[in-house]
């Protein structure tokens, strides 16, 4: 019962977000702060990350390679696959959902305890339009510039570690990359990061718009964002791999 | 002027505001007061939208506000200024972006005309040349004034304070109250303070609502306030022994 309220205030909170901004001046200077805060500032984490999964997926493949009858290449071959389909759409963003999202919850969270929000309403401003549309529109716009920096990081990362640990050679790795790519997965991949760029804004958005209380309501909002953005995230990757990919 | 008109209010089944009727009067300080907890907040927030009435009418200069749909309150709420008890300044701006938000949301006014206007509100509040302070980087009572100086910004014709002198010493909470009376007469405004402190009453109390078990128990001016015999009056302003103190003399003086 408390879900479907949720879902539905959720429904309600998006129509008051997509609505047209006051001024659209002031909504490009916010936009571009949210790319920088939602996007930019998650480069560092996000070039980490894929640098050092993409090698030790290249490593755990070169070590289960025992079979004769598989090709060389075929480390190349499952790195490049494993990466563009699931590891870094899927996987950063999940990542991403945890950094993002408590961040933005507990942003939008404090603003609502410390009635900031409601100086907002008492001054006009529709406050879910001027606060989280530009969150939602920095995310569907960079999380996919975020992606593809990771899927290029993460086949170098493999690519690193597997000179550093001499399994092959870079033309044998490099023909594994390109053997049986499929244009069309990175569209998959891209299309995923976009649901779930705006469901982690969205929905951590919704936890820190309607919190009650104090700080510890705004942490305990901030934890339910990450957990359900995260739950989000692995409803919507079934299903859009259902849609996508299968049917 | 500011009406309301037979406000009731519940939370969860439980009734906070009952049947409240009173009038605000344009350009005097009007203030609400009562006890914690007996609904002096919620019918501020009433009257401003923040909370929906659950029967009654609010009317702004005849402008029924209850029953306007969304956009038609904004255009109300854009003449409304309100200083919260916890100020709500927003922390990631400076105290000039500040003032200048709700100028750059709602007005069309150069880059120039705003800095005058920013500029022109800092030294109302006695705060020149603090424009590029943080919120954080300003005491409780410079973030009071600064909140001040935001809500009459955009010049408008009412203006609500909740607990303006909350966290304040008596010094600066004489400065904050003397404030809100001056720029109440200077822009002739219908200013609204939410209150329980007895030096705010008897300093700026223009009109005074008492606010009790969520009813209108009884309004009066300043003067009035101090000679009622209501009971539930006479607990709340002589609450401490120094104005009961007080009580004691100007009742000698009388006989």
């Not at chain 1, 409601?118 to 879910?128: K, Q």
């Not at chain 2, 906070?16 to 919620?42: A, C, R, Y």
């Not at chain 2, 701006?93 to 500029?119: A, C, H, S, W, Y």
Request: a neutral charge; hydrophobic letters at 45%.
């Amino acid at each position: 019962m408390k879900l479907l309220q949720n879902i539905g205030k959720y429904t309600l909170m998006l129509t008051m977000v997509f609505t047209k901004p006051k001024k659209w001046k002031i909504f490009l200077s916010r936009l571009i702060n949210e790319l920088e805060n939602i996007g930019i500032s998650s480069l560092p984490i996000v070039a980490l990350m894929s640098t050092f999964i993409g090698g030790v997926i290249a490593l755990q493949t070169a070590s289960s390679m025992s079979n004769p009858l598989l090709p060389k290449y075929t480390v190349g071959y499952i790195t490049q696959s494993s990466t563009i389909l699931e590891f870094s759409p899927t996987i950063i963003s999940l990542i991403l959902a945890g950094k993002v999202g408590s961040n933005v919850a507990s942003e939008i969270g404090t603003m609502r305890v410390t009635e900031q929000i409601d100086a907002l309403e008492i001054m006009g401003v529709n406050s879910l339009n001027h606060l989280v549309l530009p969150k939602i529109i920095a995310a569907i716009l960079f999380f996919p510039v975020l992606i593809i920096f990771s899927m290029t990081l993460s086949m170098l990362g493999g690519w690193m570690a597997l000179m550093i640990t001499d399994l092959t050679t870079t033309e044998t790795y490099v023909l594994g990359l390109r053997a049986f790519f499929n244009p069309f997965h990175i569209t998959y991949a891209l299309t995923k990061t976009v649901v779930f760029g705006f469901l982690i804004v969205s929905v951590s958005s919704f936890y820190g718009y309607y919190v009650k209380g104090g700080s510890i309501n705004v942490g305990q909002a901030s934890t339910q964002a990450v957990v359900s953005s995260s739950v989000a995230i692995l409803v919507a990757n079934l299903i859009l791999t259902q849609l996508l990919l299968l049917s | 002027m500011i009406e309301v008109k037979n406000v009731m209010k519940s939370f969860n089944g439980q009734q906070v505001l009952s049947d409240i009727n009173h009038q605000f009067e344009t350009g005097k300080v009007n203030l609400i007061i009562g006890q914690s907890g007996q609904g002096k907040s919620v019918l501020a927030k009433c009257i401003v939208g923040l909370y929906e009435v659950d029967e009654g009418q609010i009317l702004f200069d005849g402008r029924n506000f209850t029953d306007m749909e969304r956009f038609e309150r904004s255009q109300i709420r854009e003449e409304i200024g309100m200083l919260f008890q916890g100020v709500a300044l927003f922390d990631s701006l400076t105290v000039e972006q500040n003032i200048m938000f709700p100028l750059t949301m709602f007005t069309n006014m150069t880059k120039g005309e705003m800095q005058k206007r920013v500029d022109f509100c800092l030294d109302r509040v006695n705060l020149s040349g603090r424009n590029k302070l943080f919120p954080a980087e300003c005491s409780g009572g410079m973030q009071k004034r600064i909140g001040i100086a935001r809500a009459i910004s955009m010049n408008p014709k009412y203006l609500f304070c909740d607990e303006p002198n909350s966290g304040l010493d008596p010094k600066t909470s004489i400065v904050i109250d003397g404030l809100i009376k001056d720029i109440t007469a200077e822009f002739n405004m219908t200013t609204v303070v939410i209150t329980h402190d007895m030096n705010s009453v008897i300093e700026i109390g223009q009109s005074i609502l008492f606010i009790h078990q969520g009813k209108k128990w009884w309004s009066g001016d300043k003067n009035s306030i101090l000679t009622t015999d209501n009971p539930e009056i006479l607990s709340f302003v002589y609450a401490s022994e120094f104005m009961k103190e007080i009580r004691s003399i100007m009742q000698e003086k009388r006989t």
